[in-house]
């Protein structure tokens, strides 16, 4: 028989959950007696192992449990993310009659801060101060800590002025506090006041200055810190990417005498945003031991970029058995949208048995991501069953449906959906009203389309892009409002963009507005000035209208310009490779042509 110090030993030195449910047995089997130290050392090896399921089930079954044992599941829950469980365990354990030490208040404040429990959170403090630990510097820093979450930094500043001890946990937190709320002149004189940083208060300082834009101060005082870590760095490159300054990023990114993964991920996603693809890929080739993170990063470049082919390439390389890394939700999640730009339904079939396969769980973002697919590629049914069987339908889910609806014929559904979306308190988006305004334009309801557009800004507090308004001069243009079109393109904040003025003059070809239709295409001439499209449509205006001198001016513009034909192209897909067809291409002359009588 083992004895108990050394099953505690092997315990603590279990590194995944297999091997602390062994040790638990030997621990049944050998007789030992039950003790508070064997719980207490065997709810932590749980715990750490990420099951917190079985902790429950052990801890339930404990006979009078002390306050170390309740510590460990307190702590425990709080590591797993179950914070209001955490709550509840503190709860029982008060009703149990075992009182409360100082680690106790740190960890169940911790879950208060959280979650944002605002007076429970209240309740204790008041608790703190009735255990006597009014003067613990643990307990304080957790106060300080919480409501400085809270964004409470009147009582964090006031529990932090009345600490007769402080340790750099303590400086730390209220500085992070005033970092969060913007306060950054505060944060500032607290931190020179520190007696002893550390790297965190630094990085905290420097995240601050980062999230407030002033890269200058940020780049002095990561310059003047007497150590830096990967996050230092990190944070630094991450504020240069957000301001949009990507060569001081990379220079920063290559003088890092250490580069982690996380720096990596950094720079890549960095890249992304800013449609770098290929020295994101450049990047990505150079790295050695890619794990997950930055396979996902790469992915999702190549996904954000308009380069879904790419993508898929990417993704299906991962797969291959020489890279072992088992892709997550996450990746699967880029691979999905790449294939909706595609418009591969296909892919959507096999990773739903993709997924069955590796056990992986259809969450909500999952389902979401294949609502969207599903949608894009027209199969709105399958794409409405999915999104039913959504837990959490958000705006994202409702926008997808709702743009899949309005793009395939299913416009009043479209409308539905968004009442639905608006009657289940779910605030849309840009992108929400797209699909709204497009579905209108299919059913014609242009006073209602109108109403949309302007309940945009005036109820949802969102404005307006040029996308929006393309939809609106297309609705309007379509019924043969073509004055108030017009009207609505010069009261734009914006520059109109060819676009708009493009759903302008093809409403003008539809109802043979000369007068407009001219205005429209001297400003796409200006705009795009080798693009013959505009100069078919205003020739198909003149002729129309029986201006045929008009007419052939417009065809020896083109003629004498060489102005660029952009053929009309189809994508379909044969045996799984998508085919770029175009049929249409030869036909742009010939309309021309048979417009002119030649």
Not at 53 to 62: G, N, Q, S, T, V
Request: aromatic share 10%; hydrophobic share 40%; with cysteine.
């Amino acid at each position: 028989m083992l004895p108990t110090q050394e099953l505690v030993s092997l315990l603590q030195r279990c590194k995944d959950f297999e091997q602390t449910r062994r040790v638990h047995g030997r621990i049944i089997t050998s007789g030992i007696q039950w003790s508070n130290f064997v719980l207490t050392n065997l709810l932590n090896s749980c715990n750490a192992n990420g099951n917190t399921d079985y902790a429950k089930k052990i801890f339930e079954k404990a006979q009078n449990p002390d306050v170390f044992a309740w510590n460990s599941m307190i702590r425990g829950l709080c590591r797993n993310g179950l914070f209001r469980d955490a709550i509840s365990a503190y709860a029982q354990m008060r009703e149990s009659s075992v009182l409360p030490i100082s680690f106790t208040f740190a960890a169940v404040l911790k879950a208060c801060a959280r979650i944002l429990e605002k007076k429970i959170g209240w309740g204790l403090h008041s608790q703190v101060c009735k255990f006597g630990f009014d003067c613990d510097v643990y307990a304080q820093t957790s106060l300080v800590d919480m409501y400085s979450k809270f964004g409470d930094m009147r009582s964090a500043q006031q529990v932090f002025d009345g600490m007769p001890e402080r340790n750099v946990v303590s400086w730390n937190s209220v500085i992070s506090g005033y970092v969060k709320c913007g306060e950054l002149i505060v944060a500032r004189k607290i931190f020179d006041d520190m007696p002893g940083k550390d790297v965190v208060s630094w990085n905290t300082l420097i995240l601050g200055y980062v999230k407030g834009g002033d890269m200058n101060s940020a780049m002095a005082l990561f310059y003047e810190m007497p150590e830096r870590n990967p996050a230092s760095w990190n944070t630094l490159i991450g504020g240069y990417i957000d301001s949009g300054n990507l060569e001081t990023a990379r220079q920063l990114f290559d003088s890092m005498p250490e580069k982690s993964n996380v720096s990596l991920v950094t720079m890549i996603s960095g890249y992304a945003r800013h449609g770098v693809v290929d020295l994101a890929r450049e990047l990505f080739d150079w790295a050695c031991g890619k794990d997950r993170t930055i396979w996902n990063a790469m992915i999702a470049c190549y996904a954000q970029n308009g380069r879904p082919r790419e993508a898929i390439n990417l993704f299906n390389r991962m797969l291959e058995c020489d890279v072992k890394i088992k892709p997550d939700k996450m990746t699967i999640v880029c691979a999905i949208s790449a294939s909706s730009q595609l418009g591969d339904f296909s892919f959507g079939l096999w990773i739903q048995n993709y997924c069955r396969e590796i056990g992986m769980e259809m969450d909500d973002h999952l389902i979401t991501s294949l609502v969207d697919l599903y949608a894009k590629c027209g199969n709105v049914y399958d794409a409405y069953s999915l999104f039913l069987k959504l837990r959490n339908r958000d705006v994202v889910a409702y926008t997808a449906i709702i743009l899949g609806c309005a793009m395939h014929g299913r416009a009043g559904d479209s409308i539905l959906l968004f009442n639905e979306m608006v009657a289940a308190h779910v605030k849309p988006n840009s992108v929400t009203f797209i699909g709204l305004l497009t579905a209108c334009n299919h059913c014609g309801l242009v006073d209602e389309g109108l109403q949309y557009f302007l309940s945009m800004s005036a109820v949802y507090g969102l404005h307006p892009s040029a996308d929006h308004y393309v939809c609106m001069v297309d609705l309007l243009g379509r019924a043969g409002r073509l004055d108030e079109a017009y009207e609505l393109i010069r009261s734009m904040p914006m520059t109109p963009h060819t676009g708009v003025w493009g759903a302008l003059l093809l409403a003008c070809n539809i109802h043979c507005n000369v007068k407009l239709g001219e205005i429209a295409a001297h400003q796409c001439f200006k705009l795009e000035p080798e693009a013959s499209g505009y100069y078919v449509l205003l020739c198909n205006i003149y002729a129309s209208a029986g201006r045929w001198d008009d007419a052939k001016r417009m065809r020896k513009a083109v003629e004498e310009q060489r102005l660029a034909r952009i053929p009309g192209c189809s994508w379909i897909e044969i045996d799984s490779e998508p085919i770029n067809q175009r049929p249409f291409e030869e036909l742009n002359d010939m309309q021309m042509g048979r417009d002119l009588g030649v």
